[in-house]
């Protein structure tokens, strides 16, 4: 089992960027798929971005390719998610999750609590 806790979150003005970063308790934090998901006001979870076990494969939605980044440190037991150029509808929850199974097609057993990103002027 594994518990995840994201920080990082904020208010921050369009253009801008964000560090996300998620905390993964236990020891096998290297043997989960990791992703992102955001959640906009009114609006259902949607994936963000995910990456493999070693960190050596990540996938992004197409409207975060070339703006997000997402990353892990699997002896912090910690992934990352750099947010640039921010736009107001970036806003929103955002959550870590931890898949096992396939990468390309996980199945996420553990979330986080999720942390508030705003994007506003």
């Known amino acids: 089992q594994v518990q995840l806790v994201e920080s990082g979150g904020g208010l921050v003005q369009p253009g801008g960027s964000l560090r996300l970063s998620c905390a993964a308790s236990g020891s096998t934090f290297g043997s989960y798929v990791m992703g992102w998901f955001h959640q906009a006001p009114g609006k259902e979870r949607v994936f963000v971005a995910r990456?493999?076990?070693?960190?050596?494969?990540?996938t992004y939605a197409n409207s975060v390719k070339g703006r997000f980044t997402i990353s892990r440190d699997n002896a912090k037991n910690m992934m990352s998610l750099q947010m640039n150029s921010l736009k107001p509808e970036d806003t929103g929850l955002y959550y870590c999750?931890?898949?096992?199974?396939?990468?390309?097609?996980?199945?996420?057993?553990?979330w986080g609590q999720g942390t508030q990103v705003t994007v506003s002027s």
């Open positions: 990456i493999s076990f070693s960190g050596s494969l990540t």
């Open positions: 999750a931890a898949g096992s199974g396939d990468y390309y097609s996980p199945n996420y057993n553990y």
